[in-house]
């Protein structure tokens, strides 16, 4: 409250050039009035203190803006303020305000005094907007056992481990050889299988590539000295 009444009154300072001067210092003198709550055991006393101070500003409004309109009202409806204020306090707190140093919680209390409805809740807030779900992962694909899909494009080698779990009986349909099959006991198969130098020529001789004609060098023909219009042209 003395913040209150203190930044009226630097108002009225700041202000010592206005047209209303008289106004503003005729309320800045009546607000300290409301201090009556911290003063006993007469409040009474210091309240018409308070309000005849600006009593005297009051009157030289009326004084200087009798002939304007507006300004009576106003001064009496200043005076019904603090009249009306002077009244609740003289009829309610005479000795000034009674504090009960044994008093209880002042919301119990309040609801005692004037019943137990309760003053209506505030409206809640809306609730804030849920976050869009984040989107699924794509599903990992599926992980193939361990040589599933692996044959394919390749051989089947089934048949041929049938083959060799069959053991020596996987040769018996070979043909046997003999020993006039056999080389080195027959020298007339290494006669026969032998290479000669002429042979070897002639394999060579056929394998080179023959060299690809010479092109045909260009024919050489005399420079001819032809008369172009009224220039010789070569």
Known sequence: MQDAITVITEFRD?????????HLSAISEAVPAFGWVCVAPRPIDYMNEMIGAADFYLNRVLKDFKETPG????IQKVKQ????????VTNNHKKGVTWNPNGGD????????YGSGSAPAAPKAPAAPKA??????PA?????????????????TGG????????AAVTAGLKKVTDDMKTH??????????????????KKTAAKPKPAAAAAAPAVKPPVLVLEGKKMEL
């Open 71 to 74: 300004h009576k009202e106003w």
């Open 185 to 202: 006991k027959n020298p007339s198969l290494r006669e026969s299988s032998v290479v000669t130098e002429d042979a070897l020529n002639k």
């Open 81 to 88: 303020l603090f009249a009306a204020l002077k009244q609740y």
């Open 14 to 22: 700041k202000n010592r050039g206005s047209k209303q001067f008289n």
């Open 140 to 156: 990992a694909p599926a992980v193939k056992p361990a040589g599933a899909g692996a044959g394919a494009g390749m051989p089947d």
């Open 106 to 113: 002042a919301k119990t209390v309040a609801a005692k005094i």
């Open 160 to 167: 041929l481990f049938a083959q060799l779990n069959r053991g």
């Open 132 to 137: 869009p779900a984040a989107p699924k992962a």
